[in-house]
């Protein structure tokens, strides 16, 4: 059981639906992204698109980590 399951952590996703958020899989996409985007066969288009995307991820792991320190102190 991961630690966002024992505290009931839910964040809503772009699609309006809820799920529970992976913290080690959006790291795991933020990889694949920096892998992608230093790729220089990757082009613009595609890398507005993962940077986009990247600032996403990176919200939701911020808000995962306020979430997890909040409960730790609380």
Same mark, same amino acid.
Not at 4 to 7: F, G, S, V
């Given at each position: 059981m991961s630690f966002? !399951? &024992?505290?009931g952590l839910k %964040? &809503? *996703?772009e699609n309006d639906m809820e799920k529970k *958020? !992976?913290?080690a899989k959006a790291m795991a996409e933020l990889e694949q992204i920096a892998s992608k985007v230093e790729d220089p066969k #990757?082009? %613009?288009d595609d890398i507005a698109g993962l940077v986009k995307r990247s600032g996403e991820l990176i919200k939701s792991c911020r808000d995962y980590?306020? #979430?997890v320190r909040d409960s730790i102190e609380g």
């Open positions: 966002a !399951d &024992k505290i %964040l &809503k *996703f *958020f !992976d913290y #990757t082009s %613009l980590l306020r #979430t």
